[in-house]
T-cell receptor, first 115, second 115 residues
């Protein structure tokens, strides 16, 4: 079985400050990990993924995420937040051996960046 | 390149009515998925398909049926709509197991209200 937890429903940061959106996961095997962003009335858009290798992965729009195997975490980060980063963010996990490659999504974290 | 296209974008039904939601992708993806998104509950998998002519149940399949007669299309049917099926429905697609580390591509959703 696989699962994802996003412990914060809402994250508020000031523009220009660093942001972190937290994600922890559970899989029986090795994970593929993904972050997606959803803007109002739109579908989810892929931001970045961890497959293997470097624990720090870089993605779109200046976002990055750090994979920590011992803490089973994959937190999303950005050094300097923009108002336009305000959106709903989803973490997803897929066990590399899972049938049909089904992903499990977290419940989402709403990021609000204030000017 | 349109990606994943969902039809219709909005629909209001009366309890007991039936309807079909259409998902079309032009990326030659093998895997396709139907999710529902409800506030505070993230994305829940309804049904999925690993290739033309195949379908399988996801996490919340009751009250829904699907068909994948053509590789590019994945249809979601509601046989007898119930108010509990009021939701936003998302279709997604992904390349085959050879590329299992690839992200899913999402449509912009169908907003369905059941009165």
């Amino acid at each position: 079985a696989q699962s994802v937890a996003q412990p914060e429903d809402q994250v508020n940061v000031a523009e220009g400050n660093p942001l972190t959106v937290k994600c922890t996961y559970s899989v029986s095997g090795n994970p593929y990990l993904f972050w997606y962003v959803q803007y109002p009335n739109r579908g989810l858009q892929f931001l970045l993924k961890y497959i293997t290798g470097d624990n720090l992965v870089k993605g779109s729009y200046g976002f990055e995420a750090e994979f920590n195997k011992s803490q089973t975490s994959f937190h999303l980060k950005k050094p300097s937040a923009l108002v336009s980063d305000s959106a709903l963010y989803f973490c997803a996990v897929r066990d590399i051996n899972t049938n049909a490659g089904k992903s499990t999504f977290g419940d989402g974290t709403t990021l609000t960046v204030k000017p | 390149n349109a990606g994943v296209t969902q039809t219709p974008k909005f629909r209001v039904l009366k309890t007991g009515q039936s309807m079909t939601l259409l998902c079309a992708q032009d990326m030659n993806h093998e895997y396709m998925y139907w999710y529902r998104q409800d506030p505070g509950m993230g994305l829940r998998l309804i049904h999925y398909s690993v290739g033309e002519g195949t379908t399988a149940k996801g996490e919340v399949p009751d009250g829904y049926n699907v068909s994948r007669l053509k590789k590019q299309n994945f249809l979601l049917g509601l046989e007898s709509a119930a108010p509990s099926q009021t939701s936003v429905y998302f279709c997604a697609s992904r390349a085959s197991s050879t590329y299992s580390n690839q992200p899913q591509h999402f449509g912009d959703g169908t907003r369905l209200s059941i009165l």
